[in-house]
């Protein structure tokens, strides 16, 4: 595809419930990173992949938070018995690989409302 | 823990004048900055990237200076347009393996047509 694409665009959840955000990075872009941009915390880092692989999962707020990626591609992120400090949106992230050269190209985000 | 500060917060300015957005970091020990806009209800836009190893990088109106040492970059917008509205993120990349990137919580920028 032409760039970052994420599912669903919003999401409405009540408190409690699991929540998956999905995205699909840009074709052969083999590192992925989620950020979360919540109000009054600017954007936050979560996790980036290397592949299949996360090396980096420091930005993980609580560990009702998990992600993974399969076929070096698609990624999903899970929150799990979701909290009203959830609602952000969710921003992924491809770049052609890790490390200090590449640009991270951004999708537009899924916004998530826990009520 | 590095730390990224933009100043100033939101800027309103006539169209066609050139501006000036400001980014600070705590720890010079950085890979590279990347500049972005945000459009409302928008992902992010890379605008410029300099690598740790450069002084600037150019794209049409807009030239990006880094001073690694004194942990300081500017984002130069000439002859701004009413298009140019938009929130400006500043963000660093780290040294060391960490790979993401840390966030200025922007300047929110608004061109008077």
């Known amino acids: 595809g032409a760039g970052v694409s994420q599912s669903p665009s919003n999401k409405v959840t009540e408190k409690g419930k699991d929540v998956e955000l999905r995205c699909d990075p840009i074709?052969?872009?083999?590192?992925l990173y989620w950020y979360r941009q919540s109000l009054g915390q600017g954007l936050e880092f979560l996790i980036y992949?290397?592949?299949?692989?996360?090396?980096?999962k420091s930005g993980l707020p609580s560990d009702r938070f998990s992600a993974e990626r399969t076929g070096g591609s698609v990624s999903t992120l899970t929150i799990q018995r979701t909290q009203q400090e959830d609602s952000a949106v969710y921003l992924c992230?491809?770049?052609?690989?890790?490390?200090?050269?590449?640009?991270?190209?951004f999708g537009p985000g899924t916004r998530l409302t826990v009520t | 823990k590095q730390e990224v500060t933009q100043i100033p917060a939101a800027l309103s300015v006539p169209e066609g004048e050139n501006l000036v957005l400001n980014c600070s970091f705590t720890?010079?020990?950085?890979?590279?900055l990347q500049w972005f806009r945000q459009d409302p209800g928008k992902g992010l836009t890379s605008l410029l990237l300099?690598?740790?190893?450069?002084r600037e990088q150019t794209s049409g109106r807009l030239n990006a200076s880094l001073d690694k040492s004194s942990g300081r970059s500017t984002l130069y917008i000439a002859a701004s347009q009413p298009g140019d509205s938009a929130t400006y993120l500043c963000?660093?990349?780290?040294?060391?393996?960490?790979?993401?990137?840390?966030f200025g919580k922007g300047t929110h920028l608004i061109i008077q047509p």
């Open positions: 074709s052969g872009h083999t590192a």
């Open positions: 992949f290397q592949g299949n692989s996360a090396p980096d």
């Open positions: 300099i690598q740790s190893s450069q």
């Open positions: 720890d010079s020990a950085i890979y590279n």
């Open positions: 992230a491809s770049s052609l690989a890790s490390g200090g050269a590449y640009e991270q190209y």
């Open positions: 963000a660093v990349r780290a040294g060391g393996g960490a790979d993401g990137l840390t």
